[in-house]
């Protein structure tokens, strides 16, 4: 078959943000742009594209299949040995991760667009994984968005015709070299692994009532891709009902909804709960890499305590009895639940920018073991993403070790730690200039030595200001410097204020607002978040001026 090398011209804006590149459909379905990006990727692997393997799949979104098409071509041009890619294209995050560092590839590249919602009207993106099956680095994101910028050309071998809709091999001679396409299947790397991680057989027992009353579940895959893998790990592997899980079929608009686990996105979720038939729920984003996890009840586990919680019960997880825990870290915003379990254990703890490409670096090195996001993000090293479905299991692990409910856990947790009370506050596709704008002010602000010291008040509440800055973080084992990740002001009682521009969204500005404030008195346990954060909430809007720069009065989203 033959290479043809076709002229292009670069596009304005292919930088990929927290995670990948983002954008509307029909601005990925422009002649040439996908192609760009995709050349861009192989472009910036230099002399490691030649008779590589790469993984390719994504979320089951729209355009994912003329994506995964695309880049089979395209690769098959570049030199690439060999495309693994998941049957119909179907791999979630996690999945890649696994897979990449299964086979020992070179990196893959992850079609979707997390938890923005799909379909001709909506979102699409491209990421790129490295070897390590974490999400490329700055240094090589940026090395992308250099390439865009100049890109005359791409290489593309437009007779490659792949059938992946079955499993196997299919081999092709491009320019007289051999190159494979392997379709695979979705679900059974990654199930095999997690068998090997987990006590499946603790879990079983658990939802079966082996030892007392039955765990009656209900999980939510909202239309994403953690369907097959909820069908095969939940129903078939751990024999739980039919009804215990909703929305396994992935659907390319996601059923029309954001499939985005929170108490927002995910009302249905929080709606069945509430009715008491069930002692657990989850849901998880479009490419399942995010969970949310609920008590009966709808009890709500914000995932900084989710986090933390897991770190402090690894007993009951084989995976870590094996290979112990080593650190432990969050991202930024993220509530600083766990640095208190790492305290208590011994080990270090790390404070990331936001984005799981941070972790990678210091699981590679041995240093980290756990690690999680506010943004409903758990994983650990056992792949370089984070993973809904792990921390699922993870759960489940830890209820039918301690034998207790959600609720039970969270509540010796406090006990043993106090609690760390965190709320989110999403603005989402306000206009950009303000926000960019009220950025800079606060950016100001974090510079302005009087700051310090201010004492500022809401009611009868008043908190002072003990450091202000815009977070700036060295990575410990390459020393790659992240600068300006988000304002952050810390209060002389440990509350933090935190204001930061979503990376994640595909036009306008999202402004994000993160409240944290630590209780140890027992008798605040059982009190709602929004009532304990209110006060702080109020003087973080009155600081920023928030309403005046986005001309909203409410979030979009409250978690
Ligand atoms: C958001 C979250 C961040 C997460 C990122 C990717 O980024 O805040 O914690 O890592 O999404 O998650 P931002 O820049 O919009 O705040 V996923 O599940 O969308 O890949
Ligand atoms: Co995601």
Not at 338 to 343: G, K, L, M
Request: proline share 4%; net charge negative.
């Amino acid at each position: 078959l033959k290479v043809y090398t076709k002229a292009t011209k670069p596009f304005e804006g292919q930088k990929p943000g927290t995670s990948g590149l983002r954008k509307a459909v029909k601005v990925f379905q422009q002649e040439n742009y996908t192609e760009n990006f995709v050349q861009c990727i192989l472009s910036a692997m230099g002399g490691a594209l030649s008779g590589c393997t790469l993984v390719v799949g994504g979320d089951g979104r729209y355009f994912g299949k003329e994506a995964v098409d695309i880049i089979i071509k395209i690769c098959a041009a570049n030199g690439v040995r060999k495309v693994m890619v998941g049957q119909n294209s179907i791999l979630s995050t996690p999945c890649v991760s696994c897979v990449i560092r299964k086979y020992n590839t070179a990196g893959g590249i992850v079609l979707t667009a997390s938890h923005n919602p799909g379909g001709p009207n909506a979102d699409f993106g491209i990421k790129f994984n490295i070897s390590n099956g974490g999400p490329a680095p700055d240094a090589v994101t940026n090395k992308i968005y250099e390439i865009s910028k100049n890109i005359v050309e791409y290489r593309i071998c437009p007779e490659v015709h792949c059938d992946i809709s079955v499993i196997g091999k299919q081999e092709f001679l491009v320019d007289s070299r051999p190159f494979t396409v392997e379709v695979i299947d979705s679900v059974v790397d990654y199930v095999e692994y997690m068998k090997e991680i987990f006590d499946f057989r603790a879990i079983k027992d658990l939802l079966h009532g082996a030892a007392g009353q039955p765990l009656k579940v209900l999980i939510n895959a909202m239309h994403g891709v953690t369907g097959p893998y909820v069908r095969r790990i939940f129903l078939e592997e751990l024999g739980a009902s039919q009804d215990c899980a909703v929305n396994i079929e992935p659907l390319e608009d996601f059923g029309g909804h954001h499939p985005d686990p929170n108490l927002t996105y995910a009302a249905d979720l929080v709606k069945a709960m509430q009715e008491g038939d069930y002692g657990f729920g989850a849901a998880f984003d479009g490419d399942g890499d995010r969970n949310m996890i609920l008590g009966h009840k709808a009890f709500f586990v914000t995932p900084s305590d989710s986090v933390a919680v897991i770190a402090d019960n690894t007993d009951y997880i084989p995976y870590f009895k094996k290979n112990g825990v080593k650190g432990l870290a969050r991202s930024m915003p993220t509530g600083c639940a766990i640095d208190r379990v790492a305290e208590k254990k011994g080990v270090e703890v790390f404070e990331v920018p936001t984005g799981w490409k941070y972790f990678g670096n210091l699981m590679d090195a041995g240093r980290l073991s756990i690690c999680g996001e506010e943004s409903f993000g758990t994983g650990s090293d056992h792949i370089r993403e984070k993973d809904g479905i792990w921390a699922v299991l993870a759960w489940l692990s830890i209820l039918a070790g301690r034998n207790m409910s959600v609720e039970q856990v969270l509540h010796s947790h406090w006990e043993t730690y106090g609690r760390n009370f965190f709320t989110r506050y999403d603005y989402e596709n306000c206009e950009s200039d303000p926000c960019n704008k009220m950025m800079s002010v606060l950016d100001a602000m974090s510079g302005d030595a009087s700051m310090v010291g201010k004492q500022l008040s809401h009611g009868e509440k008043t908190y002072t200001i003990a450091k202000i800055d815009n977070f700036e973080y060295q990575d410990p084992i390459d020393g790659a410097v992240a600068k300006k990740q988000g304002v952050r002001i810390l209060m002389s009682d440990g509350s933090r204020v935190v204001f930061r521009l979503s990376g994640t969204g595909s036009s306008g500005a999202t402004v994000r607002m993160y409240i944290e404030s630590y209780e140890s008195d027992s008798s605040t346990y059982t009190k709602d978040a929004q009532e304990v954060l209110k006060p702080l909430v109020e003087i973080a809007l009155q600081l920023s001026k928030l309403s005046e720069y986005t001309g909203r009065q409410q979030p979009t989203v409250i978690t």
